[in-house]
T-cell receptor, first 114, second 113 residues
């Protein structure tokens, strides 16, 4: 399977704990995006990378959130001191980085904060 | 800022019925427009797209035409199938062509036999 993969698919944690999600993009895709989707809403942009550089962050990305893409391949999204409001589906997408390219989405990681 | 408004669901249809899901947008310039579909338990998949005014995107029997004058990109299908049951998201991308996607809230489609 050469699509975008995410791990884990589901995560249940207690409030105050830290969690980390991983995204593996399609091979040779330069751009990698993180979105958050809450129930009944469309995905909302969080941040994106061009290779290893983080080029844009949404105001939704509070200082408890950090994302990395250390070698320009896979990416991690960490949430520190989780809150119940962080419960959502976290989506990763990748694209070639060319103008008007298509973003391909992974299956998402569903986070539940108790 | 950019925004997308979709009709609220669920839309409930019988098999072979005609489908329209309305989508309007607010954006400066000439954004690209997209329809994504999310089947139960799966990730978002690109269904179709249009990058300039009057373009028609089409795929799997679905069509949508980029209407600049009405800032709309309505999704249509002439004859729906049970397998089309999913959540459909309209989205836009600013006219730079490099920016991220802005999504609508999604419209659930339920097709019964």
């Amino acid at each position: 399977d050469t699509g975008v993969s995410q791990d884990p698919r589901h995560k249940i944690t207690k409030r105050g704990q830290n969690v980390t999600f991983r995204c593996d993009p399609i091979s040779e895709h330069n751009r990698l995006y993180w979105y958050r989707q809450t129930l009944g809403q469309g995905p909302e942009f969080l941040t994106y990378f061009q290779n290893e550089a983080q080029l844009e962050k949404s105001r939704l990305l509070s200082d408890r959130f950090s994302a990395e893409r250390p070698k320009g391949s896979f990416s991690t999204l960490e949430i520190q001191r989780t809150e119940q409001g962080d419960s959502a589906m976290y989506l990763c997408a990748s694209s070639t980085g060319q103008r008007l390219d298509t973003q391909y989405f992974g299956p998402g990681t569903r986070l539940t904060v108790l | 800022g950019n925004s997308v408004t979709q009709m609220e669901g669920p839309v409930t249809l019988s098999e072979e019925a005609f489908l329209t899901i309305n989508c309007t947008y607010t954006a400066t310039g000439y954004p690209s427009l997209f329809w994504y579909v999310q089947y139960p338990g799966e990730g978002l998949q690109l269904l179709l797209k249009a990058t300039k005014a009057d373009d028609k995107g089409s795929n799997k029997g679905f069509e949508a035409t980029y209407r600049k004058e009405t800032t709309s990109f309505h999704l249509e299908k002439g004859s729906v199938q049970v397998s089309d049951s999913a959540v459909y998201f309209c989205a836009l991308r600013a006219d730079s062509g490099y920016s991220t996607l802005t999504f609508g809230k999604g419209t659930m489609l339920l097709v019964s036999p």
